[in-house]
């Protein structure tokens, strides 16, 4: 089968790498996920990722402190998932880059658009860290920004919840999983899957993001060579 997508912005959940531990980092859950990350790069499909770090800290739940602060320590969070990324990627032999939109370049490239282009046609897999450099914006609205940036086909977002609710599923067992929603859909029923900035900026830009369990993470491949898993916003 072939991949349905050339180029991809993959966004990774910083829950998703703890699994049960529901805080820090799951070496299993990591590795293979980035086993699968490989299994789509050997697909040839330039990848590019953005990864929360809600697995360390997430700026918007903090309470009684200065937003704009919160939401800095959330960027260095996601710093350090990128690295662990990094790590377990370049483990399995593949060329990974970190770019980050927070200069630390002891470990990490700043963010340059054209460069993070030429990465990915070298066949090497980025890693956009620290969201969008700036608070009040989620990790999401950063994945919408890079896609748009390096003209990514779509958004690939795995979540710990396998596709889009009209209700929590968590707490309402007669929750409904939509199959396809607009990004009209997202904005007017208020749905909190993804936040209304980054709906706005992919719908701006025509980018379908495609929300699914990452759990199995072979979800990652098949949902890139076009199994309908989860749901698709477009």
């Not at 050339?6 to 820090?24: N, P, T, Y």
């Not at 409904?176 to 007017?188: A, C, G, N, Q, V």
């Amino acid at each position: 089968m072939e991949p349905i997508y050339k180029r991809i912005v993959l966004k990774v959940s910083g829950e998703a790498l703890s699994g049960e531990d529901k805080f820090g980092l799951n070496n299993d859950i990591i590795h293979n996920i980035c086993k699968n990350i490989k299994k789509a790069h050997d697909l040839g499909i330039e990848i590019a990722i953005v990864v929360g770090g809600g697995n360390f800290f997430r700026g918007r739940t903090s309470k009684g402190m200065d937003r704009a602060t919160a939401d800095y320590m959330g960027m260095l969070a996601t710093v350090m998932n990128a690295l662990c990324l990094q790590d377990a990627l370049e483990e399995l032999g593949m060329q990974v880059r970190v770019q980050s939109a927070i200069e630390m370049r002891e470990i990490a490239e700043p963010y340059i658009r054209r460069k993070a282009i030429r990465h990915l046609e070298k066949g090497r897999i980025v890693i956009f860290a620290a969201g969008s450099g700036n608070p009040f914006f989620s990790t999401d609205t950063a994945a919408a920004l890079r896609a748009a940036e390096i003209e990514a086909e779509a958004i690939v977002s795995a979540k710990n919840v396998d596709g889009v609710y009209d209700k929590d599923p968590a707490k309402h067992l007669d929750a409904k999983r939509y199959d396809e929603l607009s990004y009209l859909d997202i904005l007017d029923k208020g749905l909190k899957v993804i936040d209304s900035t980054a709906a706005s900026l992919c719908m701006d830009n025509n980018i379908p993001i495609l929300i699914f369990a990452i759990d199995p993470p072979e979800n990652i491949v098949n949902v890139l060579l076009g199994e309908k898993i989860g749901t698709i916003i477009k």
